[in-house]
Nanobody, 116 residues
């Protein structure tokens, strides 16, 4: 089992920044990739970004140039730095970790609200 705990969400004005954290615990040996998804109000959940164990990253077009994903393997934590936030970034942000053993783990989500 893997437990994921997100933190760092909140209310910010457009143009502002937030940093989300996702701390992993448990059977983290089975996790090579960690991802962020988000679910805007009334919409489906969408993929935002991923980071591999060696630090390679990939981003959705909506995040490129504004969001940066990093990880601290010693702390088993990944960070999503979000800059130049827009009202359309308002969503519940979820951390996701697909296990090599075939199961996907999710955090409880953290609310990000960007006011115009």
């Amino acid at each position: 089992q893997v437990q994921l705990v997100e933190s760092g969400g909140g209310l910010v004005q457009a143009g502002g920044s937030l940093r989300l954290s996702c701390a992993a615990s448990g059977s983290i040996f089975s996790i090579n990739v960690m991802q962020w998804y988000r679910q805007p109000p009334g919409k489906q959940r969408e993929w935002v970004a991923l980071i591999t164990r060696d630090g390679s990253t990939n981003y959705a077009d909506s995040a490129k140039g504004r969001f940066t994903l990093s990880r601290d393997n010693a702390k088993n934590t990944v960070y999503l730095q979000m800059n130049s936030l827009k009202p359309e970034d308002t969503a519940v942000y979820y951390c996701n970790a697909p296990s090599v053993l075939g199961k996907a783990y999710w955090g409880q989500g953290t609310q990000v609200t960007v006011s115009s």
